[in-house]
Nanobody
Framework: QVQLVESGGGLVQAGDSLRLSCAAS????????MGWFRQAPGKDRESVAAITWSLGTTYYADSVKDRFTISRDNTKNTVYLQMNSLKPEDTAVYYC??????????????WGQGTQVTVSS
C-alpha cells in the first residue's frame, strides 16, 4: 500500500493562489494513478483532479477546469495541485488519493490525511 502525506493548505483571499503537495511512499506507488478530492462541511467528498502515473493524462472537474492544474514529479514521488483564482466555494478539506481504475472514491486504495483550504471573500 502507498502512504500519502499532504501539505500546502491555508487561509487565502478570493483570487489568490495555493499549491498543494502530496508526497507518496511505498513500494507499489508507481502502479497507481493519483488524484485530489475535496470535502466541504455538510457535503459529500467530490473529485477535483487526477493524473495517471505513467502517461500523465489529466482529468479535471468542471468546477476547477482552467483554474487548477495537477502535475507530478516522478523523481520525488510527489503530486501537486496548483490552485489559481481561488473562490470561496473552493473552501474544503483537500485529500490526496492513490487509485486504480475510474477516478472515484470507490476506486481509492489510499488516502492522505487531508489539508484545509479556506478562501475568504
Amino acid at each position: 500500500q502507498v502512504q500519502l502525506v499532504e501539505s500546502g493548505g491555508g487561509l487565502v483571499q478570493a483570487g489568490d493562489s495555493l499549491r498543494l503537495s502530496c508526497a507518496a511512499s511505498g513500494r507499489t506507488f508507481n502502479s497507481y494513478s493519483m488524484g485530489w478530492f475535496r470535502q466541504a462541511p455538510g457535503k459529500d467528498r467530490e473529485s477535483v483532479a487526477a493524473i495517471t502515473w505513467s502517461l500523465g493524462t489529466t482529468y479535471y472537474a468542471d468546477s476547477v477546469k482552467d483554474r487548477f492544474t495537477i502535475s507530478r514529479d516522478n523523481t520525488k514521488n510527489t503530486v501537486y495541485l496548483q490552485m489559481n483564482s481561488l473562490k470561496p466555494e473552493d473552501t474544503a478539506v483537500y485529500y490526496c488519493a492513490a487509485f486504480s481504475g475510474v477516478f472515484s472514491t470507490e476506486a481509492v486504495d489510499s488516502w492522505g490525511q487531508g489539508t484545509q483550504v479556506t478562501v475568504s471573500s
